[in-house]
């Protein structure tokens, strides 16, 4: 629950609680609050300042900081683990658990993977499989960087192009 704050309502006093999420231009004007963990809900924040991020169509289970593939399935962009060992190079990740044939997959392109674990701190990260992430370079097959590990627990994702190693 927010905090509330006083305002005058019909002449009366009267406590009204902040907004934690914005629906829209109704809510103009409202003073914002911060969420359960402590933060602004993107919802209040201007457009361009927000993550980075894309809603779609997930094909299969995705479990919170997976890293997925975006591809396209009947002219339809669709998410799916992204996988060093069979060409899916990784788009983004996943903060939260989606299942298969969930419509509103949020897709992160960069910032704080923070739903991992086992992560060295300062060691740099590649793709792995279903998902998944390594501190090992790949010596053949498909080599992606994703970022560096900033704690036991998080990747500072910054995604570079996959390279293909024969």
Request: proline share 2%.
């Amino acid at each position: 629950m927010a905090q509330k704050f006083k305002t005058l309502q019909n002449g009366r006093d009267a406590l009204k609680e902040a907004t934690v999420v914005s629906t829209g231009v109704s809510e103009a004007g409202a003073i914002p609050a911060l969420d359960s963990t402590g933060r602004l809900d993107e919802s209040v924040l201007p457009v361009g300042i927000a993550a980075d991020v894309k809603i779609l169509e997930c094909t299969e289970d995705l479990a919170a900081g997976k890293y997925v593939n975006i591809f396209l399935s009947g002219g339809i962009q669709k998410v799916r683990l992204a996988d060093a060992s069979n060409d899916r190079p990784s788009h983004g990740f996943v903060k939260e658990e989606f299942l298969t044939g969930a419509l509103d997959a949020k897709v992160y392109f960069e910032g704080a993977n923070d739903d991992l674990s086992g992560l060295t701190i300062g060691a740099r990260q590649y793709l792995s499989t279903a998902g998944g992430r390594t501190e090992t370079p790949r010596t053949s097959g498909l080599h992606q960087y994703l970022g560096i590990a900033i704690s036991a627990t998080e990747i500072n994702t910054d995604i570079d192009d996959e390279t293909v190693i024969l």
